[in-house]
């Protein structure tokens, strides 16, 4: 009997530490996905905050160009062009990311609802 106590106990021990061997890599195998996901994440939002400060710049410039005054034609069309640029740069920030499906396929229904209009 007690041999057979032994070898049981034996193969309760080496079953114990087989499962805990497979959870181990199954939970090594999840904490580096969730490490790729968390980087991708990263890179997304350093490219957002970056994306951001460059319209913070933008609109200040736009902000700086209309507060000063023209009192010609001529000055007022140069600053209507300046601004007119300075928003289809920041339309190229904002549509041309390309990062993120969400953000493509809220654009492509924008554009439908303005063509239908």
Known sequence: MNALLKKILYIIAALYFLISVIGGAILQSRLERTRQQLDAVRMELSAATNRQSELADILRRDGEILRESSTTISGIRSQI?????????????????????????????????????
């Open 81 to 117: 062009a300046a601004i007119r640029e300075s928003y289809m740069a920041m339309e190229n920030l904002l549509y041309n990311t390309g990062s993120n499906d969400f953000t493509d396929n809220n654009i492509t229904n924008s554009t439908k609802l303005e063509e239908t209009k």
